[in-house]
């Protein structure tokens, strides 16, 4: 059976093949992350100094920013001392260090992103997509004015933006407005990301900065911590514990789900070749299958992997608004991607399942997310 470490080893392997043009580009140039330490700077980070393992370019100088309020993880700390990262506390909310060099690249993936826990801080969510945002474009902007453009700026949004869209908006293109609450449960994250949104163009079109935007599509795998809250982490945490896969909804709402392998391809895609104000979605189109079917996969891998024999059920959460807002169709429209990036995902659910499951089975334990 393959260990936690061969699923990141074949995913980095993945992905650094698949950007080897685009971090080709990159190659000797900086590149700052903020909020490096979560879910998406898992992969943000170990795919480009992997390629400057394999590469034998120039590295990639990484800077890797994160106010680490849990504390710095462990996959990041066993990073720490290589020449071509450097790792500093820094919360996206206060000006960039003034000895801070200019970065060629910078991407901002400094956000709250389970529901769980961004209604539990809608300010500071609020404030990281907004405030923190503003900060960041502007270091960028002055960064043109002293004649040191950055070369690519990438502002992670959400495919919430789009709300609960009509059904003949399904599968749902860029140009889709949105069918979204703006006092809801969920309406801190999907509204300060729509605003978010309209900073970055306004800043592409007054000052020219080369921000783009993405908008992620339900990414799943390695480095989403088994404590977050979402479904697949709670679905993994039911399995190790040897206990019933608890269902928290009917199972009928639909979704397509990305391998986050396939989903940091995207990103990088769209840091270097996407055009600036542009927002790009990032997901797979098919298959768009329903909590329910994913329950079942996701139990026929654990039952073939592990000798798991729970089974699901139907339960309720005790958050009465648990649900409140909650899409009943999520699919993504990636033409956009595919014909100006040449973004492609292969990764299938059944694939990228089996890979989370084997990667969870040895990072059982974390803190909460």
């Known amino acids: 059976m393959k260990t936690a470490h061969d699923i990141v080893q074949t995913d980095l392997a993945y992905m650094a093949e698949r950007l080897s043009s685009e971090f080709g580009e990159m190659a000797g140039k900086r590149l700052l992350i903020i909020g490096g330490a979560g879910f998406l700077g898992y992969y943000l980070v170990q795919a480009a100094l992997y390629y400057n393992d394999v590469s034998g370019k120039a590295p990639i100088q990484l800077t890797v920013f994160d106010n680490y309020m849990r504390g710095m993880p462990d996959w990041l700390k066993a990073l720490e001392g290589r020449k071509d990262l450097t790792l500093r506390k820094h919360d996206v909310l206060d000006a960039l260090p003034a000895d801070l060099p200019p970065q060629d690249y910078l991407i901002h993936a400094a956000s709250i992103a389970s ?79 729509r605003y978010g949104e309209t900073l970055c163009v306004a800043f592409a079109q007054v000052h020219k900065v080369p921000v783009k935007m993405a ?52 990103y990088y895609k769209i840091l270097v070749r996407g055009r600036p104000g542009e927002a790009y979605n990032i997901g797979t189109e ?12 996701v139990t026929a891998i654990a039952a073939e992997e592990f000798g798991y024999k729970g ?4 339960g309720k959460s005790d958050d009465a608004e648990y649900l409140t807002d909650n899409p009943n169709r999520r ?18 659910p059944d694939e990228g399942l089996k890979r989370s499951l084997l990667w969870y089975a040895g990072n059982q334990v974390a803190e909460l997310a």
């Open 115 to 193: 529901p769980i826990f961004y209604r539990q801080f809608p300010l500071e969510t609020m404030d990281a997509n907004v405030n923190g945002l503003r900060l960041l474009l502007e270091y960028a902007r002055d960064l043109a004015t002293q004649g040191k453009p950055m070369s690519g700026f990438l502002f992670y949004s959400t495919s919430e933006i789009y709300g609960d869209p009509t059904p003949d908006n399904i599968p749902t293109p860029e140009t889709y407005r949105g069918n979204v609450s703006c006092t809801g449960p969920r309406a801190c994250y999907d509204e300060s990301k």
């Open 331 to 348: 699919c993504p429209i990636i033409t956009k991607a595919r014909t100006e990036l040449g973004y492609e995902p292969t990764i299938g």
């Open 215 to 266: 908008r992620p599509f339900n990414n799943y795998g390695p480095g989403l911590k088994i404590t977050d809250g979402r479904v697949l982490p709670d679905f993994a945490r039911d399995i190790f514990a040897g206990r019933d896969i608890v269902m928290l909804s009917d199972g009928a709402p639909t979704r397509t789900f990305c391998y986050i392998a396939d989903a940091i391809v995207g």
């Open 311 to 314: 089974k699901v059920v139907l």
């Open 286 to 297: 098919t298959p768009e299958i329903s909590m329910a079917e994913l329950a079942r996969r």
